[in-house]
């Protein structure tokens, strides 16, 4: 049952300014914000909904978008330094891997594609390293149902020792990639309504109780 769930939301700019007090009033107990994008870009509203979820007293979570076309290293390098550090309440980072589109593609090519099948593993285990070393807590990985099978293929149970942020909607209860027994977060709609946010917002789940979302928390 719903009922039975935490509640939290996923913003990045697409929703601009978040007043976040009345996030939390509206029930939702974490958040995760956009931090970075590829290898040189920011979030422009992340600085804001970091310190907004800080000061409203969300547990809040940064997650970093994956280009493939950019090398693996100034992407950890961008999203470490834009996040800085992790404080105590903090929830692990995340790894946002779907695809990859330019908006300036006319064709609307996923540019994983472009990657050999053979490389892509080593790509996103050196991210997860380096995060981890640089930010202190081991990363989730965010994926949407099927997507991640097809881009790694048999080498996906390398990565399953992560904890698992799935993407599946209008389901009663999400579809768990082969290698991982279970989700940990479930965004189930990218078309909610929430209190303090001016449009259509993703919403989420975390599958277990107050204790369990505290204890993945930075202590």
Not at 113 to 142: C, H
Not at 171 to 177: D, K
Not at 188 to 214: A, H, I, M, P
Request: aromatic share 10%.
């Amino acid at each position: 049952m719903a009922d039975d769930f935490i509640e939290g939301i996923d913003v990045s700019s697409n929703q601009g300014l978040v007043d976040w007090d009345s996030v939390v009033e509206a029930g939702k107990a974490f958040a995760f914000a956009r931090a970075t994008i590829g290898g040189h870009a920011a979030d422009p509203q992340f600085a804001a909904n970091w310190q907004g979820m800080s000061d409203a007293g969300i547990l809040r979570g940064a997650y970093h978008f994956f280009w493939p076309l950019t090398p693996w290293q100034d992407q950890a390098t961008n999203f470490i330094k834009t996040v800085g550090a992790l404080s105590l309440g903090d929830l692990p980072p995340a790894l946002d891997l779907e695809e990859a589109i330019s908006k300036s593609d006319p064709l609307k090519r996923d540019t994983w594609q472009d990657i050999p099948a053979g490389q892509r593993l080593s790509m996103i285990q050196n991210w997860l390293a380096q995060v981890e070393v640089g930010l202190g807590m081991r990363p989730i990985i965010y994926t949407r149902q099927n997507f991640i099978e097809s881009l790694l293929g048999d080498s996906v149970s390398t990565v399953a020792t992560c904890p698992l942020w799935i993407a599946h909607y209008e389901v009663l209860q999400p579809s768990v990639p082969p290698n991982w027994t279970s989700w940990t977060f479930w965004q189930y709609t990218e078309k909610g309504s929430v209190d303090g946010v001016r449009d259509t917002v993703d919403c989420d789940r975390f599958s277990g109780s107050n204790t369990d979302l505290q204890s993945l928390t930075r202590s």
